[in-house]
């Protein structure tokens, strides 16, 4: 798959991904708006109730009390005493929905008497007529006094008393469930400048809390003057709880929509880690196919010299020959045997055969030999063995593997116009172990690509030159052998300045106290 398809598919996705994402955000968003809106008209309804109950229990109060006055005044005894009451009973109903009670009342006998005579009935009923009208003119005037008495008096009397808290919580607790919000809530009383005459137990959290947003309130008996107005707040502690069980539904959407964006993710990671190791092994597979090419060249060019007869006659053309045919075999079989060893520890079936060496002696042995490499190209190689104890415990043969790769990377990558400076340290340090410091003045590595030189396969870019050969094998296989013989190794560089390679390693006094300890 081209790299271009992975992108496009990315691309599609994640548009996809984020379509779905933010029509779930918009649709939680107008569910909470609509709950909420639900909500506040709920509680609106509610307290418009409370308040008109209360204005009824007042209205009542008042009734009752003006009643009582009412009947024992002379309004009943102007007909001289009353041995035989009737009358005329009349309902009124407020602006406000308060409902009232009024009996006209009259001397029965005489509406008796008058319906009885059948000579004067025209003016028996006009007569009475003309009474029960004065009587009602008369009673609507003294209904008027006590509507007007009840709301002079209604706002002078304490607020306590007009709406106690136990009847503004039983109020508020029934029109709440009627309207389907049976939940806690707390509640005050105040007046118009904010003083409180009264709250619940919880009411002073949402005060020191600062949610005046989330308070609504209730103006309390309409009629009362402006300067004498007080109300209703009531603050719900569980609301936004309330509203957001109502989305619980869209929880396993999310949940669902986030592991698909996971795998998503991963599998896009793995798409491109697949592309990237196809174009590591295709670059393997041309590698693998210079580095084999030409020493099977070189040998079949002396096989093909052998069968000629003058060659053959010549012993010491015979005896070059025989020399570059065994040096270029072992060239073929260590590239074989690198990249088979490399399968081998990958697969855990590769084994070390640890033993105590100085690392000063073999490390000395490795720069000699390799010292006429470096001086064929002009350059400079300078060894410094500081540690005074060296000894460790490694495989003899891939050691000197690691320290030859190391070795040959900084020849390989060397510039072209500087002579190579090339320096091999070693140093004992705090902990009980073996420091080994490989220093050039090559081209250096990019900081982008200096996290990455230890994976298999992976070669660092040489911009125009294409001298340099290899498999990306050298340094994954100088990390792995010495994770292995317990040591790491740690990289340095600076573009265009050179790279150092630092390798630790643990000494054998270290391991033999380990071992007592154990």
């Excluded at 709950?35 to 109730?49: I, K, M, P, T, W």
């Excluded at 109502?246 to 880690?273: D, E, G």
């Excluded at 697949?274 to 196919?289: A, R, S, V």
């Excluded at 007869?309 to 020959?321: E, G």
């Amino acid at each position: 798959m081209k790299k271009s398809t992975i992108w496009l598919l990315t691309v599609l996705m994640a548009l996809t991904f984020m379509g779905l994402l933010y029509i779930q955000i918009i649709y939680m968003e107008s569910m909470i708006r609509m709950r909420n809106d639900q909500f506040a008209e709920g509680v609106r309804r509610s307290l418009y109730a409370v308040s008109s109950l209360l204005e009824q229990d007042e209205t009542k109060y008042f009734l009752e009390e003006d009643v009582a006055e009412v009947e024992s005044s002379s309004v009943y005894t102007q007909y001289g005493g009353t041995p035989h009451l009737g009358g005329i009973k009349y309902s009124f109903t407020t602006h406000s929905g308060l409902v009232g009670d009024v009996t006209l009342k009259a001397d029965a006998d005489k509406i008796y008497k008058l319906q009885s005579d059948q000579n004067n009935v025209a003016n028996s009923y006009n007569s009475m007529r003309e009474e029960l009208k004065g009587q009602y003119l008369y009673q609507k005037g003294i209904m008027d006094d006590v509507i007007i008495n009840i709301m002079n008096k209604a706002a002078d009397r304490p607020i306590q008393e007009r709406a106690d808290s136990v009847s503004v919580r039983r109020y508020l607790k029934k029109e709440l469930e009627n309207n389907g919000l049976d939940l806690p809530f707390e509640f005050a009383v105040v007046s118009r400048n904010g003083y409180v005459f009264y709250h619940s137990s919880g009411f002073g959290k949402a005060n020191s809390a600062n949610l005046d947003n989330s308070i609504f309130v209730q103006s309390l008996f309409h009629n009362d003057p402006t300067t004498k107005k007080n109300y209703l707040k009531v603050y719900f502690p569980s609301k936004d709880k309330y509203i957001l069980s109502s989305l619980k539904f869209m929880i396993p959407s999310f949940i669902f929509t986030f592991i698909l964006l996971i795998v998503f993710l991963y599998t896009i990671i793995l798409a491109f880690r697949q592309k990237k190791l196809t174009e590591m092994k295709n670059d393997f597979i041309n590698n693998m196919t210079h580095e084999f090419k030409t020493p099977i060249s070189t040998i079949s060019l002396a096989a093909q010299m052998l069968n000629d007869a003058s060659v053959r006659k010549s012993p010491t053309m015979l005896q070059h020959i025989s020399g570059v045919i065994n040096d270029e075999t072992k060239r073929l079989r260590f590239q074989v045997e690198k990249v088979l060893q490399m399968s081998m520890f990958d697969k855990k079936k590769g084994t070390l055969r640890l033993q105590d060496v100085d690392a000063n002696t073999l490390i000395s042995n490795v720069v000699n030999t390799f010292r006429l490499k470096v001086e064929k190209y002009g350059g400079h190689l300078t060894a410094s063995f500081d540690a005074e104890d060296a000894i460790v415990n490694v495989d003899e043969m891939h050691f000197t593997n690691v320290i030859f790769n190391l070795l040959d990377n900084a020849v390989k990558y060397r510039k072209e116009d500087t002579p190579l400076e090339l320096t091999v340290t070693t140093k004992n340090i705090p902990g009980d172990k073996l420091r080994i410091t490989i220093a050039d003045n090559g081209i250096g590595i990019k900081k982008e690509d200096l996290k990455k030189i230890f994976d298999k396969f992976f070669r660092v870019s040489t911009g125009n030159r294409h001298d340099v050969k290899g498999f990306g094998l050298g340094l994954a296989y100088v990390y792995k052998m010495l994770g292995l013989m317990g040591g790491n190794i740690t990289a340095e560089s600076d573009l265009g300045k050179g790279t150092r390679f630092i390798i630790t390693l643990p000494l054998l006094s270290s391991e033999e106290e380990n071992n007592q300890k154990e």
